[in-house]
């Protein structure tokens, strides 16, 4: 009898799962893997002047097809040094992004995981807050203060650090500014999640056995915290090297990043295949380190799992 | 140990004096009469100049309207198919599918959002020329490409929710004969049910905050309030946006301190309840 139920309620168990994990599998397949595949398909297409402006990747000819594979997206995007100056300014800004905000987070995230109770909850929120307010609108707040005789340029005159107005917008560093205060909390909040689970009496081992507090910063913190480094540093990175809002807005005008790439040449010079082109391009730049994030995160996950075990 | 502790703690107030100022000058901004952001105007400040012409501006308002229709669909949506993401990846185990669903709903967390605006673009004019359907871009499809990525936040927040919570009450209420179906809605989704509050509210700050992927699914009348910001603020600071940063400030701000007092008041009643149930044990 008992047996008889189990068999009889197993089946409606697996079917529920099966829906429960196929909707949004279905969803997403739909949303975000087809969509990529058609990025890839277009990006061997050729350019027309049409609606939509490129060609078919098939044509029909006595009911066979005739693929018509064109590598002329990818052409330019590797003769045309414009693309490849872009490629590496855009790898080079996220890589020193991405060092600037891991050394104004790490002290950040080290600060909060070493304060009392109390202030640790408060403290995150305030890293936090900027997350629920408008992205867009924090990146335009630099503008205001960076621009010429905007508040920073005034205030360095009126304390006569400078002689004259210098500009700040639309250069480099405006740019880092504005990449490293919107990126900093997604470096800061993994690296706190992995600085408040340690131990410190192996701090306090280590100053037992002779260790002064930056020798055993050095060889005992800062080597348990390689995972939260990894994880912060990529969740930086691999945004950043497709940013289009911060450089369009703060960054230099005579060097674009990629994302601004794509942009312009899908809404400007109307090309879908060399955009698409520059979309598999971005992808694969970033395959490597978006495979190592996953990994990163399996990992936490199961360091997590064992230890509530 | 404890200079290290100085230098840690001058790092922290540094930061969030630098996370700070931007929103508070915004703040401070928006009251000045004059329209050159440089100069603060004494003699005429402060003043609730821009916030009048931000409320009388027809396209920030019918932005913000759609914008607003969009973020409540999308976060609903992806509230529900997050849940359904969160509940397969944190209970199931392993099944088949299961590092395609992890890989896609990480995957947009990261990616470039240049590529998923293109990709989803691509689609949606794909299924046009195919089967007739979405007829043009417009509301539809920002709310379609909202939810594809909203939702995989949402999962996020509800996996971790729920790996806080151990199967016993789960498995006991099947013990006892609950169905399935039945197990989910007395006891998994009342459990949940803070995460998946979270996972709306984050749904719909990242639906309404979002800009590059509406730009490229939404056609030609239909643009979202990031959208009118972006085009207003390309050409250079103007006051009224100011005035829509401090509105948008304040609600957020207002919201956080109802929910910690709320959460707070929760906490202290759960602790007088745990203290009554030791009592009535003695």
New interface residues.
Partial sequence: MEQREGRK?KP??FR??QV??????L??????????L??LK?SFSEARLAI?PYAPLFTWLHGLPVPRIHLSGYGYLFTDPLYLRSYLYSVMVAAVSTLFCLV??Y??A???A?AGDSWRSF?L???V??????????V??????L?N???ID?LLLHLHLIKHPITLLQTDFSLYVGIV?SY??FMILPLYANLEKHDTALLEAA?DLGAR??TA?LRVTLPQSVPGIAAGS??VF??V?????IP??LGRTDQIMI?RM??DE?FDNRD?PV??GV?IL??LL?VVP?VL??RV??KD?EV??ATDK | ?R???V???T??VL??V??????L??IV?SFNNSRL??VWDAAHSPTLKWYGVLLSDGEVLDAAWLSLRVAICAATASAV??T??G??LAR?GA?R??S?????????I??????SG???L??F??LE?AIGWPRGMGAVTIT??H??FC?AYV?VVIQSRL?GFDESLEEAAQDLGA???KVFWRITLPLILPGVLAGWLLAF?LS??D??IS??VAGPGSSTL?MV??SK??L??SPD??A??TL??SV??S??VVA?VWMRHRLRRRERDAQLAAAANL
């Fill in positions: 309620l409606r168990w529920g799962r429960v994990a196929g909707i949004p599998i969803w997403l397949a739909v949303f975000f893997l087809i969509p990529f058609i990025v277009i939509p104004i987070g002290p950040m080290y600060a909060i070493r403290l929120m305030l890293i807050l900027p997350f629920w307010t408008s992205f867009l609108l924090r335009y707040a630099w503008i205001g203060l621009q005789d905007g508040l005034s205060y900093l909390p100053a507090p930056f910063f990529l969740l691999i945004p090297v497709g940013e289009y809002v369009t807005l994302g794509l942009s899908f879908w955009a698409s979309a971005i992808l970033l978006i994030l996953q995160e399996r996950l997590a799992e | 140990m200079s290290r502790g230098f840690s703690r790092a922290l930061g969030l630098f996370l700070y100022v931007p929103i000058s915004m901004y952001v440089t198919l997050g359904l993401a509940m397969a199931f099944f599918g299961r395609l669903l992890v890989g896609m709903t990480t995957a947009p990261v990616m470039p959002e240049v590529i293109l990709s989803l691509l689609l004019v794909a020329q379609l490409a939810i594809s939702m999962t790996a169905r399935p179906a700050t309404w905050d800009l590059v730009q490229f990031p910001i972006f603020v390309r250079g600071v946006v100011n829509l940063a948008m400030v957020v701000a919201g956080v910690t």
